[in-house]
């Protein structure tokens, strides 16, 4: 079994938690309330500020050209691609790039992202792929998966183009890189470090489901 499969299984609960959530269910459907997407939009952008850090740490840790490469070119669709679908969203709403970067981020996203800037400042670049990767890989099931449940969702007026882009062939083949990329790095490791790469895993798979509850719910510092 592919180490990548392992970690499917072991998070396949917390996954299809995260896919019945209401607010993923609402992109589909199209029902998601405006200020729910808004709120989304605000703190994943300044997620993603965080987000693209972590694939230039990947070009860091690389350990040939090819790879360093890839990495860069995840840092490049981020910057340009996801952030710029988020950028076009807010100028719907009457937002500003600026008050898009002037977000301050919640709890939830700080812990999130402060997380995995650790992983990848202080671990290998597998422990970095490991926590990384449930962000890229959920987002790219979650794509197909409301494709499935909801065919003509990506002509949704509001959601069609967020589902259009993490549904596409383009994004899938980044993340499938990605995963494969774990797979071979993994073969012939030790049980207690593919343990320490599973923990990683697991623990951003559940930031995942919190940060959607977060933008949907609300939540924010208490004071």
């Not at 209401?22 to 952008?45: A, C, H, N």
């Not at 952030?83 to 969203?89: I, N, S, V």
């Not at 030790?190 to 923990?199: S, T, Y």
Request: charged share 20%.
């Amino acid at each position: 079994m592919k180490f990548s499969e392992t970690l499917l299984e072991r998070v396949k609960d917390i996954w299809e938690k995260t896919h019945q959530h209401p607010f993923v269910v609402g992109l589909g459907s199209g029902q998601l309330p405006v200020e729910s997407f808004i709120r989304y939009m605000k703190q994943d952008y300044v997620f993603l500020i965080d987000y693209a850090k972590l694939f230039a740490f990947g070009s860091v840790k690389a350990r040939d050209l090819g790879t360093m490469a890839a990495f860069a070119k995840l840092l490049h669709e981020t910057l340009h691609g996801e952030m710029e679908l988020h950028r076009q969203y807010a100028l719907e709403f009457g937002i500003t790039s600026q008050q898009l970067e002037e977000t301050k981020p919640t709890p939830i996203n700080l812990a999130y992202t402060r997380y995995m800037l650790s992983v990848a400042q202080n671990g290998s670049l597998e422990e970095l792929i490991s926590a990384l990767l449930p962000c890229m890989w959920s987002y790219w099931e979650i794509g197909k998966l409301l494709l499935k449940y909801y065919p003509n969702a990506t002509e949704h007026s509001r959601y069609g183009e967020w589902i259009k882009m993490y549904s596409s062939n383009e994004f899938g083949e980044l993340a499938t890189w990605l995963i494969n990329l774990l797979d071979q790095l993994t073969v012939g490791k030790p049980d207690w470090e593919l343990r320490v790469l599973e923990e990683h895993f697991l623990t951003t798979s559940k930031f995942e489901y919190m940060f959607w509850d977060m933008v949907y719910q609300g939540g924010d510092w208490p004071v």
